[in-house]
């Protein structure tokens, strides 16, 4: 069965501190997608990252990086010098990329790490 | 690009009444939607899945009487609650995927629902 497990559920830190969030996944399939996503307190989920299983390289984005690895299912996304706006509950969430009736992917989402950047 | 909207952004009714939520891909065509819901300080549980044009597909455990989908249009879904109870009092999320079965989901605003 396909799952995603976040086992921070909330993290605390102090602005400009390094701040990195786990996420171990599961499943049967040599193809998938793998996302996170942003919740900030307003609740819109915001996209920030989709990787796919044949691509482990690593990506920057500014101050977001992501580290795949698909010896150890983990794909860890690290907030580099962090602010308050990073404030939020994080989502990591796993798609498996075949064909269900109708022909969409189901998201399997972790249960969020919520973090919390203090001045 | 890829902005999905949702209204009401809020709405408060009374127990026994029904309650219509608008989920639209403003600035690109979604084949399918996907309604969420989601309790305080926990995850998002996917309730159903709508293709333009046909039935919705429900997760085990949604109950079809209860709410309604209809995606009528590849811009436009919409998910009524009926005969609305406290206990359907909740944070309702939509998502729309472009084309292929492969892309990623973007998500509307969210809902949220109180029924007193």
């Known amino acids: 069965a396909q799952k995603v497990t976040q086992a921070q559920t909330e993290i605390s830190v102090v602005e400009k501190e390094d701040v990195t969030l786990d996420c171990v996944y599961e499943?049967?399939?040599?193809?998938?997608?793998l996302f996170w996503y942003k919740q900030p307190p307003s609740g819109e989920l915001v996209f920030l990252i989709r990787?796919?299983?044949?691509?482990?390289q690593n990506e920057i984005s500014g101050r977001y990086s992501w580290n795949f690895q698909k010896s150890t299912s983990s794909f860890n996304f690290t907030i580099t010098a962090s602010q308050v706006v990073d404030s939020a509950v994080y989502f990591c969430?796993?798609?498996?990329?075949?064909?269900?009736?109708?022909?969409?992917?189901?998201?399997?989402f972790g249960a969020g790490t919520r973090l919390a950047v203090h001045p | 690009g890829a902005v999905v909207s949702q209204h009401p952004s809020r709405v408060i009714c009374k127990s026994g009444t029904s309650v219509k939520i608008e989920c639209r891909s403003l600035?690109?065509?979604?084949?399918?939607m996907f309604w969420y819901r989601q309790f305080p300080k926990q995850s998002l549980m996917l309730m159903a899945t709508?293709?333009?044009?046909?039935?919705?597909?429900?997760e085990q455990g949604v109950e079809k009487d209860k709410f309604l989908i209809n995606h009528a249009s590849l811009t436009l879904s919409t998910l009524t609650v009926t005969s609305a109870h406290p206990e359907d009092s909740s944070f309702y999320i939509c998502?729309?995927?472009?084309?292929?079965?492969?892309?990623?989901?973007?998500f509307g605003p969210g809902t949220r629902l109180t029924v007193l």
């Open positions: 998502s729309a995927q472009l084309a292929s079965f492969t892309d990623t989901q973007y």
């Open positions: 499943t049967r399939d040599t193809t998938y997608y």
């Open positions: 990787r796919n299983s044949f691509d482990e």
């Open positions: 969430a796993l798609s498996e990329a075949r064909l269900f009736s109708g022909g969409y992917n189901k998201l399997i």
């Open positions: 600035d690109f065509q979604a084949t399918t």
């Open positions: 709508s293709n333009e044009g046909s039935k919705a597909t429900y």
